[in-house]
């Protein structure tokens, strides 16, 4: 199976990150017209879409740096 290289792993962790915290705004300005709540679950929206985010963000880059081998490149002293 065909695995994508790191930096294209990276750019969709990127598009995750917007993508849940858009559709967590989304969905709440969506309710919050249904119901007449304004602004209240546009901001549930908001900080649900932020942890979400931040939590499938951080375990997406995780998992692309522990498939990465160790950096074993030359310190700026030469050593």
């Given at each position: 199976m065909?695995?994508?290289?790191?930096?294209?792993?990276l750019i969709g962790i990127g598009w995750y990150f917007v993508l849940v915290v858009v559709g967590g705004l989304v969905g709440g300005f969506f309710l919050d017209g249904a119901l007449g709540t304004r602004p209240v679950f546009t901001l549930?929206?908001?900080?649900a879409g932020l942890g979400l985010g931040i939590f499938g963000g951080y375990?997406?880059?995780?998992d692309v740096l522990r498939e990465q081998p160790p950096y074993r490149g030359k310190r700026r002293d030469g050593t």
């Open positions: 065909w695995e994508p290289p790191p930096a294209l792993r549930l929206g908001l900080v375990s997406f880059l995780m």
